[in-house]
């Protein structure tokens, strides 16, 4: 059974940042595609950003250049830097990964909270 290890969610003021993290373990396979999603209350899980395993990266527009993704593939850990963090940023973050075999798997979620 995979396991996600979820980290560094909390309470941060307008303007400040975070990082996450996500440890994966027990993947039968090797992973494909890591990376991390949100939802607001009231709203759709949205992407955040995911990185493969080579690399390449993808932002959802409202990142605007704020976060960065970043990924060890031998600890098998993604992270997430965010700055400049807004109140609209306040949601549960889930970190989210896909194997190159398999059906994805999704942490028990993390919350960030923007907050004076």
């Known amino acids: 059974q995979v396991q996600l290890v979820e980290s560094g969610g909390g309470l941060v003021q307008p303007g400040g940042s975070l990082r996450l993290s996500c440890a994966a373990s027990?993947?039968?396979?090797?992973?494909?595609?890591m990376g991390w999603y949100r939802q607001a209350p009231g709203k759709q899980r949205e992407l955040v950003a995911t990185?493969?395993?080579?690399?390449?990266?993808t932002y959802g527009d409202f990142v605007k250049g704020r976060f960065t993704i970043s990924r060890d593939n031998a600890a098998n850990t993604v992270y997430l830097h965010m700055n400049n963090l807004v109140p609209e940023d306040t949601a549960a973050y889930y970190c989210n990964i896909r194997p190159y075999i398999g059906s994805e798997y999704w942490g028990q979620g993390t919350q960030v909270t923007v907050s004076s």
């Open positions: 027990r993947s039968r396979y090797a992973i494909y595609a």
């Open positions: 990185v493969t395993r080579d690399g390449a990266t």
